[in-house]
């Protein structure tokens, strides 16, 4: 899929990407509304259209991402609520095998993702996959969100790869596009983030299933 011989960084997204948005998504979309309906008196399809409401209205800003930000609004805990759906942390086919291949080969491997600290944190504890990485990078904490430019600016002064020699893989087009904009060379969408649903349009990029088809050498 991709000539490794001219890479020598990969970035590599989280929620969706290394690991299966199921997860996210039952919990936003069914978990999250269950508990706020039940408080607003409020039917679970009621509070699910009135989170995405709210949750929408933020799509690719910080905002969207913190955990703390939708506590405050919802005034409840949602990272403590986070915890609730813990089994359903997994790794997406492969994911984990792909990273040792790169470590094997050498290729430094970045985790860039929007993803609260907590959240991170959370994730990392239940996959055991810090280890594989050799840094983890949240938005949060360079002030910008993956889809804007600032982030891309700020990720390479203090992690400088050359972008004609490094790889993105995210299920977030918006991120891909901020990327190529910015002059990351290459670029790979996530086909089924979520392995509990139909695979998503990767619109004019190359899609990947299964990081098995991956691997490098
Ligand atoms: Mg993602």
Same mark, same amino acid.
């Given at each position: 899929m991709v000539e490794w011989d001219a890479i020598d960084t990969v970035l590599l997204d989280m #929620?969706?990407? +290394? +690991? #299966?948005l199921r997860y996210d998504n039952q919990f936003w979309l069914d978990h999250l509304p269950g508990v706020f309906g039940a408080r607003e008196n409020l039917s679970i399809e009621q509070a699910r259209a009135a989170i995405l409401d709210m949750t929408s209205a933020r799509q690719g800003t910080l905002e969207f991402y913190c955990l703390d930000h939708w506590s405050k609004v919802l005034q409840l805990n949602v990272a403590e609520l986070n915890a609730e759906l813990g089994h359903l942390v997994q790794m997406r086919p492969n994911a984990e095998r792909f990273l040792r291949s790169l470590r094997t080969h050498g290729i430094r491997t970045v985790l860039v993702t929007n993803s609260h600290r907590d959240g991170i944190d959370f994730k990392m504890d239940k996959t055991g996959m810090e280890v594989h990485l050799d840094r983890v990078i949240c938005a949060h904490d360079l002030g910008?969100?993956?889809?804007?430019?600032g982030f891309w600016r700020r990720l390479h002064e203090i992690e400088p790869f050359d972008p004609d020699r490094t790889l993105l893989v995210d299920d977030n087009i918006s991120v891909l596009d901020a990327a190529a904009e910015w002059g990351v060379r290459y670029l790979l969408a996530v086909t089924?983030? #979520?392995?509990g649903r139909a695979p998503v349009e990767t619109g004019s990029y190359a899609g990947l299933d299964d990081f098995a088809h991956l691997l490098p050498g």
């Open positions: #929620d969706g990407t +290394l +690991l #299966d910008f969100a993956k889809e804007q430019q089924r983030p #979520d392995s």
